[in-house]
Antibody, heavy 118, light 106 residues
Framework: EGQLVESGGGLVQPGGSLRLSCVAS????????LNWVRQAPGKGLEWVSY????????YYADSVKGRFTISRDNANNSVYLLMNNLRAEDTAVYYC???????????WGQGTTVTVSS | IQMTQSPSSVSASVGDIVTITCQAS??????LAWYQQKPGKAPKLLIY???SLQTGVPSRFSGSGSGTEFTLTIRGLQPEDFATYYC?????????FGGGTKVEIK
């Protein structure tokens, strides 16, 4: 069936940087598109970024464009989210999610928590 | 595409029929998904392509709709169904979710 496991979250000051990682296992990683989705405390889901199977095609939400960079390493079954110039409003649980049918997400990680605070 | 989900919460009893609606700000083909999320857990895919049931999801869940209006129906609500439900347009970037509907015990 497979799984996704995120890591890299933590407490960071405003303006700081953090890199999230998501390691996949149990499925053909290089064949799948992946996304990052976040959820602020007590709030709904917000899509953050997408990366195609080859890593060439990438999309970002307007709220993170220019600050976040998504990348992947198919040799190591990993996808990353480099987050720069972090703001308080970036505080959230960040989920890695696998694309299934067109752009629906059939597999999610357990999430990693990012807190931006001084 | 903005997704407006209603109601934001609903109180229901075991055995009830619950209907949740998502309205899109512009029409699109049926690339719409529904998710269930329980507290402290990741979302779970229930429905994709507006009406296709994800493998392993009970048949009491169903989805319908096209254009700008989509519906998730739960027929015969079970104790494990009390959760928050989200729609997501999977048609174009930026991908967007509805605001969520919390299904609570009456």
């Amino acid at each position: 069936e497979g799984q996704l496991v995120e890591s890299g979250g933590g407490l960071v000051q405003p303006g700081g940087s953090l890199r999230l990682s998501c390691v996949a296992s149990g499925f053909s990683f290089r064949s799948h598109e992946l996304n990052w989705v976040r959820q602020a405390p007590g709030k709904g889901l917000e899509w953050v970024s997408y990366i195609g199977a080859s890593g060439i095609t990438r999309y970002y939400a307007d709220s993170v464009k220019g600050r976040f960079t998504i990348s992947r390493d198919n040799a190591n079954n990993s996808v990353y989210l480099l987050m720069n110039n972090l703001r308080a409003e970036d505080t959230a649980v960040y989920y890695c999610a696998r694309v299934f049918n067109y752009l629906a997400f059939d597999m999610w990680g357990q999430g990693t928590t990012v807190t931006v605070s001084s | 595409i903005q997704m407006t989900q209603s109601p934001s919460s609903v109180s229901a009893s075991v055995g009830d029929i619950v209907t949740i609606t998502c309205q899109a700000s512009q029409a699109f083909s049926g690339w719409l998904a529904w998710y269930q999320q329980k507290p402290g857990k990741a979302p779970k895919l229930l429905i994709y392509s507006a009406s296709s049931l994800q493998t392993g999801v009970p048949s009491r869940f169903s989805g319908s709709g096209s254009g700008t209006e989509f519906t998730l129906t739960i027929r015969g609500l079970q104790p494990e169904d009390f959760a928050t439900y989200y729609c997501q347009q999977a048609n174009s970037f930026p991908l967007t979710f509805g605001g969520g509907t919390k299904v609570e015990i009456k």
